[in-house]
């Protein structure tokens, strides 16, 4: 299988995240064609990344190696329908996007190896968490090359196809449902007399011996929390829990095939 030229539809955060990921690893490849329609954001991509080759429409990149579709839900059929006679059956097609299976692919394209992935944002530090799901088309040994493609970005593993939603909502997303208040902690921290730099420390120190003691303790998540006596924002956690579940679990069902 060649690996050797990628094409991206779509310029946005995904594409950024998995060429920065590509980058840091110094992996070389023949070409990188990238088509993004917003003249700015494909600016800002060009800039970061000097190595790539702006399209001037889907097709180009479309008719390369290994195809990533990094376009949302919304318009990937249309996406698909806009590429299917640039592709061929040699053509591996990763669709980055959740919602498409890939039988609907399949009924769009000519290509024959059509992948899914749910790429997680830490695959920009090379620490990702990234399920995939291959079609009957490939062969173990054409999974094992992609695959070893696709480890650059961190831990990638073949999962059922089924599950790519829930690890969307429950890997993908996770960071956003906290990294708000992790900043917020950081404000907090220099209002009490922690400078900038000092704030970060501790609060990126606690949190990381935070998720080590809740999941390597070997104590019950009740004894994990019952270890702290003061709970400031106690009162609102009932709010907090359902304001999770009543967002997570509605995206949820939107994004389901």
């Given at each position: 299988?060649?690996?050797?030229?990628?094409?991206f539809?779509?310029?946005g955060r995904v594409t950024?995240?998995?060429?920065?990921?590509?980058q840091?690893?110094?992996?070389e490849f023949d070409?990188?064609t990238?088509?993004?329609?917003?003249?700015?954001t494909a600016a800002?991509?060009?800039?970061?990344?000097?190595e790539?080759t702006?399209?001037?429409?889907?097709?180009?990149?479309?008719g390369?190696?290994?195809?990533?579709?990094?376009?949302?839900?919304?318009?990937?059929?249309?996406?698909l329908?806009n590429?299917k006679?640039?592709?061929?059956?040699d053509?591996?097609?990763i669709?980055?996007?959740?919602?498409?299976?890939?039988?609907?692919?399949?009924?769009?394209?000519?290509?024959r190896?059509?992948?899914r992935?749910?790429?997680n944002a830490?695959?920009f530090i090379?620490k990702?968490y990234?399920?995939?799901?291959?079609?009957n088309?490939f062969?173990?040994e054409?999974?094992?090359?992609l695959?070893?493609m696709l480890?650059?970005?961190g831990?990638?593993?073949?999962?059922?196809?089924?599950m790519?939603?829930?690890y969307a909502?429950?890997?993908?997303?996770l960071?956003t449902?906290f990294w708000?208040?992790?900043?917020?902690?950081e404000?907090?921290?220099v209002?009490?007399g922690f400078s900038?730099?000092e704030?970060?420390k501790?609060i990126g120190?606690?949190?990381k011996?935070?998720?080590k003691?809740?999941y390597k303790?070997e104590?019950?998540p009740v004894?994990?929390i019952?270890?702290?006596p003061?709970k400031?924002i106690?009162?609102?956690e009932?709010e907090?829990e359902?304001i999770l579940e009543?967002k997570l679990?509605g995206?949820?069902e939107?994004?389901?095939?």
């Amino acid at each position: 299988m060649k690996t050797q030229h990628l094409g991206f539809i779509g310029g946005g955060r995904v594409t950024r995240i998995l060429l920065q990921a590509f980058q840091n690893k110094k992996i070389e490849f023949d070409s990188i064609t990238v088509y993004e329609p917003n003249g700015e954001t494909a600016a800002g991509l060009k800039k970061r990344f000097p190595e790539i080759t702006s399209s001037a429409t889907p097709q180009d990149s479309a008719g390369q190696d290994i195809v990533f579709l990094a376009v949302h839900p919304p318009v990937m059929m249309e996406t698909l329908g806009n590429i299917k006679n640039a592709v061929s059956e040699d053509n591996v097609i990763i669709s980055l996007a959740p919602k498409i299976p890939i039988a609907k692919m399949e009924e769009m394209l000519p290509a024959r190896r059509i992948v899914r992935m749910i790429p997680n944002a830490t695959s920009f530090i090379n620490k990702g968490y990234n399920p995939v799901t291959f079609n009957n088309a490939f062969s173990q040994e054409e999974k094992k090359v992609l695959m070893k493609m696709l480890k650059k970005a961190g831990k990638t593993m073949e999962v059922e196809e089924k599950m790519l939603e829930g690890y969307a909502i429950v890997s993908a997303m996770l960071p956003t449902y906290f990294w708000f208040q992790w900043k917020k902690m950081e404000e907090i921290a220099v209002k009490t007399g922690f400078s900038e730099a000092e704030a970060k420390k501790v609060i990126g120190d606690t949190l990381k011996r935070s998720l080590k003691l809740y999941y390597k303790s070997e104590l019950s998540p009740v004894e994990v929390i019952d270890l702290i006596p003061v709970k400031p924002i106690g009162e609102h956690e009932a709010e907090i829990e359902q304001i999770l579940e009543t967002k997570l679990l509605g995206l949820y069902e939107k994004i389901k095939p």
